[in-house]
């Protein structure tokens, strides 16, 4: 079993759709958890780093952490076309600086 | 302020060939990482420095791979011989602290092994 377990799609939705991307992970030290977007041929790029159980908003993005459940997801308001990307999960211990990815989901958004 | 540098950004090689790529990472950052993407997959960490002192190279195929950063600034990674399955994008990422919780990635270098 994968340390983190992430859908890889694709997903495909209408502009101005609500995404909702989600990740499972099985290792109870993970505590700092992240969504790295990444556009074709490029690296990835955080988009939102949270610490704790609950929610975190930045913009159109909310990242929402469950750790007694170990699950974590990202929602996008009023999905853009430019919102098309591969979106993956990221989560580290405390102890240790080494990030687990996810797999990654590809999502498309269409006009 | 410029991002992570790598170079270059493609690469073909046949197998048993011998390859290497560059990274500069962000001014002033401490931690650089190199990652392995295989298609489809997420990155895996194949080496971490803290300046120029290796902190995990647990996943790193000592074997074929090695990597160096001498100065504690730019670092470059080699693979000698590379194998079919050696192809995968190679990510560079630098973080100014030592706690990887802010990583900020180049843009790859993909290498076809063929």
């Known amino acids: 079993q994968k340390e983190v377990e992430q859908d890889p799609g694709p997903l495909s939705v209408p502009e101005g759709a609500i995404v909702s991307l989600n990740c499972t992970y099985s290792?109870?030290?993970?505590?700092?958890f992240m969504w790295y977007r990444q556009y074709s041929r490029k690296g990835p790029e955080l988009l939102m780093y949270?610490?704790?159980?609950g929610n975190k908003e930045d913009g159109r993005f909310t990242a929402q952490v469950d750790k007694s459940s170990k699950y974590i997801s990202l929602f996008i308001r009023d999905s853009q076309p430019s919102d098309s990307a591969t979106y993956l999960c990221a989560m580290k211990t405390g102890t240790a600086s080494k990030l687990t990815f996810g797999t990654g989901t590809r999502l498309q958004v269409t006009l | 302020e410029a991002g992570v540098a790598q170079s270059p950004r493609y690469k073909i090689i046949e197998k048993r060939q011998s390859v290497a790529f560059w990274c500069n990472p962000i001014s002033g950052h401490a931690t650089l990482y190199w990652y392995q993407q295989i298609l489809g997959q997420g990155p895996k960490l194949l080496i971490q420095?803290?300046?120029?002192?290796?902190?995990?190279d647990s996943q790193l195929p000592k074997d074929r791979f090695s990597a160096e950063r001498l100065k504690g600034v730019d670092s470059t990674l080699k693979i000698q011989p590379a194998k079919l399955e050696d192809s995968a994008v190679y990510l560079c990422a630098s973080s100014p602290g030592p706690w990887g919780d802010t990583q900020y990635f180049g843009p790859g270098t993909r290498l076809t092994v063929l």
């Open positions: 949270t610490y704790s159980s």
């Open positions: 290792n109870s030290a993970f505590q700092y």
């Open positions: 420095f803290q300046n120029n002192g290796v902190v995990d």
